[in-house]
């Protein structure tokens, strides 16, 4: 459930506590009909803009009085039913929203989330951004994924014979000859895995071009399997559509963070391989997409951002930012596979790939004996 929506009065997104501010009211149970009918119709889902909001108060341990369920908004249909398109991240049916695809910038503790609020507080303050534009860039993603739906087709013998290539040892190239083997020490196994090159060269080439797409996909497979789980058979959003987006927004958090006193747990130029701080790409997704993609002009509003004083409202960063390329990597890495595997000519098993290469090698040692023997 939600815990923050976007009212369309106040123009802004706001949590269950500050719409009770804002409209007069002490608590929620002290909310009239008049007002309840109200925000059903002013509060809408800040993903696909569903109306019919509820307000649902906090749950708290009867034990303990530990809160076990912070404030929210429900959003249900006249007639009961959960009124989220199916395909909007806060959808019943939608169980498997990873921990980076919302960042709350009011509680998020990090140093990188602390300075990207500071940030969008001068933004907001200066007039770069509102909260009507993270809610404009919230909305254009939402329709990106209606129009772009793939159906999943990967297995996850795909997943796990893309990670062995992944991890396949290629910058040796040792084509095997029968002489070979008569070294006293030869090391079949080792000569199974330099055929195994030869014999899938232009699978692996293929491979390490597809790195282009998502940087480092090493911890892609886990996450990847887990929503294979979850989806196969099903349309999803295709994520492929977002490459030239997520391109961009990689390239400016790199520049930004070269070139500012942005905290650096991990260093720029290997944000593509290692994956950027989620607060900071969220930002520059952003500044770019109200830039309309342009490179240079979010650069320059970043500038004007950094340049500003400190803001004099820092409230203004209590907002929810949208991360629209949480789980790019697990998607793309399943895509991967999938075409990966129509291009196999052999099984998907690497393991018993790599027996039958030494059985091979093995007879043809073999043979080759005989004849010099004749």
Known sequence: ?????????????????????????????????????????????????????????????????????????RFISLTGQDAHHAFCEFSNETTMRSNDSLIDFATERSAETRYVRALVCKGIEIGIFDQGSIRAMRQWFFELKLKTRIRVTTTPDAIDWMESLWRHPSYHRWPFQPVHAEMPNFKWKEAAKYQ?????????????????????????????????DKYFGQEVFDTSV??????????????????????????????????????????????????????????????SMITAPN?????????????????????????????????STSNLDYAAVLDAIELRLRKEHRRWRETMSQ
């Open 242 to 303: 977002l490459q030239p987006y997520y391109d961009k927004s990689v390239q400016l958090a790199f520049f930004f963070a070269s070139n500012s006193d942005f905290p650096k747990k991990v260093r720029p130029w290997k944000y593509r391989l290692s994956g950027v701080p989620v607060s900071l790409l969220a930002l520059c997704a952003l500044l770019l997409f109200i830039s309309d993609w342009n490179m240079d002009d979010a650069v320059g509003r970043f500038a």
């Open 196 to 228: 195994f090159t030869e014999d899938h060269l232009d699978l692996l080439q293929w491979l390490r071009e597809r790195k282009k797409r998502v940087g480092s996909l090493e911890n892609s497979y886990g996450r990847a399997k887990k929503l294979l």
């Open 311 to 343: 803001a004099n409202d820092e409230t203004l960063g209590n907002v929810i930012g949208l991360n629209p390329f949480h789980d790019y990597a697990a998607w793309e890495t399943i895509f991967i596979a999938s075409e990966l595997a129509a291009r």
């Open 1 to 73: 459930m939600p815990k923050t929506a976007f009212s369309s009065h106040f123009r802004r997104e706001l949590d269950p506590e500050q719409l009770l501010v804002l409209i007069e009211v002490d608590s929620i149970d002290a909310i009239s009909s008049e007002q309840r009918d109200w925000i059903r119709k002013d509060v809408v889902c800040s993903s696909c803009g569903a109306a019919g909001a509820q307000i649902v108060r906090e749950a708290k341990s009867r034990s303990t009085t530990k809160a076990l369920r912070q404030p929210h908004f």
